[in-house]
């Protein structure tokens, strides 16, 4: 009863979709170049890439638009993707070899277990969330990402004043988003008590965003600062 109870309750539900046959061979050519597969070891993030950088993640990376945008303009970061969207990691790792980029690895699995079991307490200078699984009927509401156990866990994660950027098209998801980190003691909104943020203009416009603005969804965005023990 009580595993049952303390359960975790993934945020994600795997589905492949229509997988191209270039997808595919990426998959199957790339994978051990991009890809890590962690056990319950912590991974040696200055192992992984071959050196010391910043280290920059983001969650829920689709088909790459935002992290191969980010990495090609700052070859000085590194870059860690969270995807467990196949097709879209496929299409991923096709460009990162197409364009010989060198500072980004992905990782295909739950971020909740990733977090917990495979990176560093304080080791991540910035945390990238856009546009996650709004979950939006109200009984599945419990599987939304932005909870404040997970909150709890990246405020860990994150150096002192490392940053945490969200994004989303889903109002209400927006507002739970606001509540959870008002509630939170170990972030300052950057913009301001209970504010959301100005889009970021370093923030590639993405195809998912795109499609959110032709159905007039409004893009709610929120930067975030992780407080150190003096703050």
């Keep these: 009863m009580d595993d049952q109870k303390h359960r975790h309750i993934r945020s994600f539900v795997r589905r ?4 191209t046959q270039a997808q595919k061979n990426a998959l199957q050519t790339l994978w051990d170049r991009y890809c890590i597969e962690p056990d319950k070891a912590q991974l040696n993030l200055d192992t992984v890439f071959g050196r010391h950088a910043p280290r920059h993640l983001e969650i829920g990376c689709g088909v790459g638009e935002t992290i191969l945008e980010l990495a090609r303009r700052h070859p000085e970061n590194d870059y860690l993707g969270l995807e467990v969207y196949r097709p879209g990691v496929g299409n991923l790792l096709s460009q990162l070899d197409k364009e010989g980029i060198e500072n980004v690895r992905m990782i295909c699995d739950d971020a909740v277990q990733v977090l917990g079991q495979n990176i560093a307490t304080q080791s991540l200078d910035a945390v990238y969330i856009y546009f996650p699984d709004p979950w939006p009927k109200k009984r599945h509401h419990k599987r939304r990402l932005i909870q404040t156990g997970f909150v709890d866990l990246l405020q860990t994660r994150l150096k002192r004043h490392g940053r945490l950027f969200i994004g989303t098209d889903w109002e209400d998801y927006a507002e739970h988003i606001r509540q959870v980190m008002t509630a939170q003691q170990g972030f300052t909104n ?12 370093w923030r590639p416009l993405t195809k998912y965003e795109r499609r959110a603005l032709r159905l007039e969804h409004v893009i709610r965005d929120f930067a975030f600062a992780r407080l150190g023990p003096s703050d």
């Design 16 to 19: 492949e979709g229509r997988i």
């Design 190 to 201: 950057l913009a301001g008590a209970d504010c959301y943020a100005p889009r970021p203009d």
